[in-house]
C-alpha cells in the first residue's frame, strides 16, 4: 500500500496548524489518531464520479435503480443476506442518521443507551441534542471486549431507555458481535419497547464469511426493533463525501425518519454520494475490500510481533473487524496522562482509552491503515516510550 502525501493539505488528520493548536505537535508528529486510510481512495471511485461529469448536468435527480442493485449485490454478497429496495433510506452520514432518530423518537431529556468504549459521537450526538447518555461498560475479559446483558438490561429499566446506539462491529477495539449476541440484545430491546440502532459502518471491511453479522439478521419477531446506520466511507476512505444510509425492515420507522430528513430540507440526494456508493458496492469494491483486509490483518500481526519481541509492558488485543486495533498499557491507571504527554514528546499522536469514555482501562488505538514503513516507525516511537 502505497501511502498518499496529505502534509499540511485540508485533510482533517494532517492539517499541520490544526494539529499544532490543537495538539502542541511537532512537525514531525505521526498523526494516527483520526480513523481513515493514509492510501488514496480507490481509482474505481474516481471513474464514476468522472463519468457522472461527462453526463454534463448536476442538476436536481432522482436515485436510479443502479444505487438500490448496488445494495442488494453487497449484502448478498459482503453479509449473506437479501434486502429489498424498500428497506433502504439514503442518508448524510451515519451521525446524522443518530441525530435524525433521536430527534423523531425521542424527546428532550430523554436516556439514551450507549456502550463505552465508545466513538466519542456516541457521547456527543446525544449532548447536542439534548439527551441524556447512559453509559452501559463493556467488560474487558479475554483479550476483548464482552457485552453486559443483565447490566443493559437493568439500565433499559432503570432510565425508561427506548433507543440503544449499539456499534457492530466496536470501534474502538473492532470487536466483532456474534448473531447470537445480537440475538440477545434484540430480544431485550423487543421486551421493553427499544429501538436498537446498529452502526455498522466498520463492517464492510470483513466479509460474513470472517464472521460479521448484520442486525438485520436477528430473528424475524424482532425486525420492527432494529434498524442499521452505514455508509461505504470507513472502507473505501470517501468520509468526505457525507453520504450513508438506514436499512431496516421497519417500514414505517424508515417513513419517519424520511419525514424528518425532509422537514429540515434534506429530502433529496447528493448526486456525487449516491455514484460513490454505487462505485464502492460492486465487484471492484469486494476485491479492493478484501485487499484492505489483507493488509491490515499484516499490520496487526507486525503489530504483535514487534511488541513481543520487545518485551515492551503492552499487550494488543485481538483485532476481527476494521483497522484500528487497541493495546492494553501494563501500567497503573493513574499513569494514563503521564504517557499521553510521552507520545506527543515523541512525535506519535493517537487516542487512548479514556477518549473512548473508558476510564477503567489504560490502552490507545492504532489506526493500521497505512503503509508498512509508518507502522514500523510508529512502533519505533511506542518503543522509545516505554523503554526509557
Ligand atoms: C463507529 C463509527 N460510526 C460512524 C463513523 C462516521 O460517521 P459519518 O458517516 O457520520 O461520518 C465513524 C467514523 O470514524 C465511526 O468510527
Known sequence: MEKLDRKNSYDRKWNMEHLREKYHVEDNVIPNHV???????PEFIFDQIKERCNFKSLSYFSVDEEFYDAFKFWYKEMKNIEI???????????FFSMAAI????????????????????FVRVCLLNDRKPIMNKLILKNNKYELDLYQIEKDIIENNIKLFLF???????????????????????????????????????????????????????YKNNVIVFSSATKA????????????????????????????????NSNVFGVEVMKAAYTQKGIEWSKEMSVHHNN????????????D????????HAGFCVSVVVEKHLSELEKYKKEFIKNGLLVRFSNEFYDYDNFWFRIILSTDEKTIKEILERIKKVFKK
Open 299 to 310: 499490520m496487526f500481526e507486525l503489530t504483535k510481533k514487534f511488541v513481543e519481541e520487545n
Open 312 to 319: 515492551l509492558p503492552l499487550k494488543v488485543l485481538d483485532l
Open 102 to 121: 433521536l430527534n423523531t423518537k425521542t424527546n428532550i431529556g430523554d436516556s439514551i443507551l450507549i456502550n463505552t468504549p465508545c466513538y466519542s459521537p
Open 236 to 267: 473505501f476512505n470517501i468520509g468526505g463525501m457525507s453520504s450513508s444510509y438506514m436499512i431496516s425492515k421497519n417500514i414505517d420507522l424508515l417513513k419517519e425518519l424520511w419525514s424528518y430528513q425532509e422537514k429540515i430540507w434534506l429530502g
Open 84 to 94: 429489498e429496495k424498500g428497506w433502504i433510506n439514503y442518508s448524510y452520514g451515519v
Open 167 to 221: 456499534c457492530n462491529p466496536l470501534n474502538p477495539t473492532g470487536r466483532l458481535w456474534t448473531l447470537e449476541e445480537l440475538n440477545a440484545i434484540a430480544s431485550i430491546c423487543k421486551k421493553h419497547n427499544v429501538i436498537l440502532v446498529s452502526d455498522e459502518v466498520h463492517g464492510d471491511l470483513v466479509s460474513y464469511k470472517e464472521g460479521f453479522n448484520t442486525v438485520l439478521k436477528t430473528n424475524e419477531e
Open 35 to 41: 480513523a481513515d486510510f493514509d492510501y488514496p481512495t
